[in-house]
């Protein structure tokens, strides 16, 4: 199974839309990621989260650190830490606070 063209799939329409990445240090750039406002509920009710966090493909913003910056329907957000992988790893997701 090719979990990578999965996700391509999956990423390639809604909820997923373009994001900016601003890392402290090093090249960033846009692409794909499905941004959860606090609150939202993730896949059909299996997990809530309190704080916005930001879900993608790992090949998408590969080695988020804490306090890199995105910037989300014109609003900044901050990696409040670095990103966690999820399952086998070809997902990451990052808890965000809003920049001042």
Known sequence: MDTTND??????????QGVLWIPRTGQGGTN???FNE????LFDGQAQFTDASLQY??????????????????HTWIA?????????GS??????????
């Open 7 to 16: 996700l391509r799939i999956m990423y390639s329409g809604w909820p997923a």
């Open 32 to 34: 794909r990621a499905i």
């Open 38 to 41: 606090p609150g939202t509920v």
């Open 57 to 74: 493909p790992t090949e998408n913003f590969p080695d988020v650190r804490q306090g890199d910056r995105f910037v989300v329907d014109a």
């Open 80 to 88: 409040r830490e670095n990103a966690s992988k999820l399952t086998d």
């Open 91 to 100: 997902e990451s997701i990052v808890m965000l606070g809003r920049a001042k």
